[in-house]
């Protein structure tokens, strides 16, 4: 069964500095996987995604992921952490559908990142 | 330009009532999503349509109920609501096809927050 884990309810980091927002997924096959953020009261938004190739993947506002197969993990990175990052964080995966059906995304169940000034 | 909008944004009623939740996407997508965030921010998808077609239809109770008039708008209807039905109701598009484009990424709307009392 498909399923993404992230470890960490909460991560704190100083402004600045850098942050890893941490994931690791089960998925048959070859995985599709995705970060989006959330804002309070907003809806999801596209962060970045891993698809094929590089295993370094870069992403909107700063943000980057790496890839790695044999410890089945897409941990989210930022060189130096804003205020304006703080929000929750999701790593998905999405197996791949066959034939009539649709890849389903399995969400972890989020990282609240906190950057402090 | 709003991508995916959806309507209202909060939905306060009572156990039992009927309501429905609209959503629309002016991306040309052909695929829609309905999920369910609940309190604890966990997502989890509940229907998928591809160009009016019903494609993903997870365990949800046939209390709710999905329609496609075209592929823009994916709205939701919920029959009998109960306590448990209170959260945080996101629809969703990309583009994506059976079996193919599993791989792109989702855009989500802002939100429709109910709450049954």
């Known amino acids: 069964a498909q399923s993404v884990a992230q470890p960490e309810d909460q991560v704190n980091v100083a402004e600045g500095n850098p942050l890893t927002v941490k994931c690791t997924y089960s998925?048959?096959?070859?995985?599709?996987l995705f970060w989006y953020v959330q804002y309070p009261n907003r809806g999801l938004q596209f962060l970045l995604k891993?698809?094929?190739?590089?295993?370094l993947v870069k992403g909107s506002y700063g943000f980057e992921a790496e890839f790695n197969k044999s410890q089945t993990s897409f941990h989210l990175k930022k060189p130096s952490a804003l205020v304006s990052d703080s929000a929750l964080y999701f790593c998905?995966?999405?197996?791949?559908?066959?034939?009539?059906?649709?890849?389903?995304?399995?969400f972890g169940r989020g990282t609240q990142l906190t950057v402090w000034p | 330009d709003t991508a995916v909008s959806q309507t209202p944004k909060y939905l306060v009623t009572q156990m039992g009532n009927d309501k429905s939740i609209k959503c629309e996407q002016n991306?040309?997508?052909?695929?829609m999503y309905w999920y369910k965030q609940d309190s604890k921010k966990f997502l989890k998808i509940m229907f998928s349509?591809?160009?009016?077609?019903?494609?993903i239809n997870e365990t949800v109770p046939n209390r709710f109920s999905p329609k496609s008039p075209d592929k823009a708008h994916l709205n939701l209807h919920i029959n009998s609501l109960e306590l448990g039905d209170s959260a945080v109701y996101f629809c969703?598009?990309?583009?994506?096809?059976?079996?193919?484009?599993?791989?792109?990424?989702?855009?989500f709307g802002p939100g429709t927050r109910l709450t049954v009392l």
């Open positions: 998905a995966v999405r197996d791949q559908g066959r034939g009539s059906t649709l890849g389903r995304l399995y």
């Open positions: 891993y698809i094929t190739g590089d295993n």
């Open positions: 349509y591809n160009n009016k077609e019903l494609i």
């Open positions: 969703a598009s990309s583009q994506a096809f059976k079996g193919f484009g599993d791989y792109n990424e989702q855009f």
């Open positions: 998925v048959s096959g070859n995985p599709y």
């Open positions: 991306l040309g997508h052909d695929t």
